[in-house]
């Protein structure tokens, strides 16, 4: 052999080295030793695959924008996935949608499925709800399993069912050759152009784009380790975690453009798995022993199960992705009660998980049910403990039943958790606001936008207490800021319309409400808020309807029948006004402003006996002394009629 033939295999030897390392030390989390191998490996052998390999250890250790610059004009399909990613995390969404759209080449997304979930990700932040659509539907149909593109469906508001957008992806028979191709083209290629069989590091494991159930042996056959020793841990055990929601929303409250468990996901695929490669060359090399053909069930979920896909696991997956789907998409339109029904038919160790009781608890809290919803975020706090995503609405849920101690318990436990979670910083946050440390909330409220300024929620919050604050143009401001994240966020069309009420704007107001209640179709809030606005335009008829279905889909809202007793008085349905004013009594039996207006009508009917007790019963309360002073004038006059304009 030749001087120059013995230096290029021992170059070809330690550039295989050098990758199968970086591979183990970003499996094992050491990015540190990764990044300084993966350097030396761009030194020494500079390659395209291998600046993607470099740029994978810069991403992984959270040097987004070292890894954006190393990847810039690179055309090769890994490399434009992982800028487009680094583009997205660093808001160059115009980047992003260029090197993601699909190429005169090839035609396609990078990837397909992940590449056309990332690009409907960035119409949807850019409010082309349309196209946002189109490309999260059609990673669907690739991958029936992308789960992060239905999130983004529900966040846009779809009504179909559920087993329209998930469902079986069926294999085609061009599979097999397509992801040859993609397997040969992918296998990295040395500083002098030749290919080189090491285990490749572009293509995704078993995902091609036709789709594939089977997948390839990526170990070549003078690499495979010798066959393991017996008696290790029992692979049969799987933990029971808690499988991960968003945005969003957000979607309903997420906060994330890339999920950190979909980025795991896409780079244990773009990366031979070392763990998954031992089993594969396990079942290879290791003759079958008497225990192993005795027991074969038992050895399927620790080998094929868990190397390959296969139709009838995607089926599998299917089903049950269709079960949470369908509960998910129910909350999303805020059908909350069939929602909780939806999820209630889930398997009960797939219900006992934090994701499923995190959607329980908000749907419970959408419906205004507090104590149920407290209930659920309490299972879910033993069952996930160091959860925080949807703690944010059990803050909420804390805050509308005052409990100032569980509130102060949760913001302490969030913060030790996880001090760089704007989730955390959102509980904290309301915990002040409950004690009406107004500007203290605001603070906290700021420092979780900063940590992840496309929080709607968090800029809702931060509008409510500029409104607390009446400072309205900074709230209107923050509204606003919420709706161009989420346009559905209905929590900020309320804002809006209630700081135009608070100014008397009555038209706008009228308008916000009416946006609101058209996405969240069941609120009775929103309904009663609206009604009065109507009121106040003197368009009697349209509040009186629009209070009476506050009352229907909520008949424990004492505002919204209060609202609605006000409009039948003015309409001059004095007996229906009583009626009315003497059920809400009955759920609220300590408001003095209640009785106080029972007591004005029943004087209009010329009952003035009960009107005087009414008023008698409002002093004993012990109302405001400005209250007082209107209810003693009230009986004062009680035998001189009157206009009746005077109100609590």
Not at 247 to 255: A, V, Y
Request: glycine content about 6%; charged content about 20%; overall charge negative.
């Amino acid at each position: 052999m030749s001087p120059e033939t013995n230096k290029a295999a021992n170059e070809h030897l330690m550039e295989s080295h050098l990758i199968a390392s970086i591979q183990e030390y970003l499996d094992l989390h050491l990015t540190r030793n990764a990044i300084f191998l993966a350097e030396r490996l761009v030194a020494q052998f500079p390659s395209e695959n291998n600046l993607h390999l470099l740029a994978t250890c810069y991403h992984r250790s959270g040097q987004t924008y070292r890894a954006y610059h190393l990847l810039r004009g690179l055309n090769d399909t890994p490399c434009r996935y992982l800028f487009a990613v680094c583009c997205v995390d660093l808001g160059k969404f115009t980047e992003a949608e260029e090197v993601l759209s699909p190429s005169e080449s090839s035609g396609e997304a990078p990837y397909g499925a992940p590449g056309l979930f990332l690009l409907g990700k960035l119409y949807q932040l850019t409010n082309r709800h349309k196209t946002a659509h189109t490309h999260f539907q059609q990673a669907l149909s690739l991958d029936p399993l992308m789960w992060c593109a239905f999130e983004g469906l529900c966040a846009l508001g779809v009504e179909e069912d559920t087993a329209n957008y998930l469902q079986m992806k069926a294999p085609t028979g061009q599979a097999e050759q397509k992801k040859s191709a993609t397997i040969q083209e992918a296998s990295p290629v040395g500083h002098n152009g030749n290919s080189q069989t090491v285990t490749p590091i572009s293509a995704p494991i078993g995902v091609s784009d036709q789709g594939s159930f089977e997948t390839p042996d990526v170990v070549p056959r003078a690499m495979q380790p010798p066959p393991m020793k017996k008696g290790g841990k029992d692979s049969s055990f799987v933990p029971l975690v808690s499988p991960r929601l968003l945005e969003d929303n957000q979607l309903l409250h997420s906060g994330k453009f890339l999920d950190e468990g979909t980025l795991r996901k896409i780079s244990s695929k773009l990366f031979a798995d070392p763990a998954t490669a031992l089993k594969i060359a396990r079942a290879h090399s290791e003759p079958p022993s008497e225990d192993r053909t005795q027991n074969v069930q038992s050895e399927i979920p620790s080998t094929v199960h868990g190397t390959q896909k296969s139709p009838e696991g995607q089926a599998a997956c299917v089903s049950l992705l269709q079960m949470l789907g369908e509960g998910y998409r129910l909350l999303s339109l805020y059908q909350c009660g069939e929602a909780i029904e939806a999820f209630s038919r889930v398997p009960l160790q797939h219900y006992s998980t934090g994701w499923v009781l995190q959607c329980v608890g908000q749907a419970y809290f959408e419906m205004v049910d507090y104590t149920s919803s407290e209930k659920v975020f309490q299972q879910l706090r033993s069952v996930d403990p160091c959860r925080l995503e949807g703690l944010e609405v059990y803050s909420t849920v804390l805050w509308h039943m005052k409990k100032e101690i569980d509130l102060c318990n949760l913001a302490q436990e969030a913060i030790s958790l996880d001090r760089h979670s704007p989730i955390a910083w959102c509980i904290m946050g309301n915990c002040f606001s409950l004690q009406k440390e107004h500007e203290t909330a605001l603070r906290f409220f700021q420092r979780a936008l900063q940590l992840d300024p496309t929080f709607p929620y968090a800029y809702t919050l931060c509008g409510h207490e500029y409104f607390a604050n009446e400072d309205f143009e900074k709230g209107l401001t923050c509204y606003r800021h919420a709706l161009r994240l989420n346009p559905r966020h209905y929590n900020a069309w309320f804002g809006s319309g209630h700081i135009y009420f608070r100014q008397e704007k009555y038209g706008m107001a009228e308008y916000h409400f009416r946006r609101a209640c058209y996405i969240n179709k069941r609120s009775s809030v929103l309904k009663c808020y609206l009604g009065m606005a109507l009121h106040k335009v003197n368009r009697t008829s349209e509040a009186k309807v629009a209070l009476k279905r506050a009352v229907e889909s909520d008949p424990k809202n004492p505002l919204a029948r209060f609202e609605y007793a006000s409009v039948l008085l003015s309409l001059g349905n004095l007996e229906e006004s009583v009626t009315e004013l003497t059920l809400l009594h009955e759920v609220v039996p300590k408001e003095a402003s209640v009785l106080f207006q029972k007591g004005k009508v029943l004087k209009r009917l010329g009952r003035q006996d009960e009107a005087l007790k009414c008023f008698s019963d409002a002093l004993d309360l012990q109302p405001p002394s400005i209250d007082v002073n209107l209810i003693k004038a009230a009986i004062d006059r009680i035998s001189i009629a009157d206009d009746g304009d005077d109100e609590i």
